[in-house]
């Protein structure tokens, strides 16, 4: 993630997932201090860890800003590949999903 501009803060965290959406939050925090985004983005860890996750399932990384009402304007780099896949948005109540461009980054099961 890197910031564009506003409050330079998000909420991360990972999803199980709910029939093709983002479902309960397995954890989240708080990351702070994002990188500028034309100039991001170095690799960073969010820090959740103790997750058991299943292979083969399904999870969604989720960012957010901290507030529903935010001045925050952060982007997701892309991979770099430019893989197609499954991405969402929350549209208020109800998310709205399709193919898109992947973002960068990486979820490590130990």
Sequence with gaps: MGIISGL??????LN????????TVLAEVRLNDLE???WCCKPRRT???GIALTAGRPYWVV?????LVS????AWAWSGRYRIGRTAMHLGSYWS?????QGSLKVLAQ
């Design 8 to 13: 330079n803060a998000v909420k991360v965290s």
């Design 16 to 23: 199980a997932d709910d029939g093709g959406s983002p479902g």
């Design 36 to 38: 500028e985004y034309l």
């Design 47 to 49: 820090g959740i860890q």
């Design 63 to 67: 960012v957010r800003p901290l507030t």
């Design 71 to 74: 001045t925050t304007h952060a």
């Design 97 to 101: 999903w399709g193919n898109d461009y």
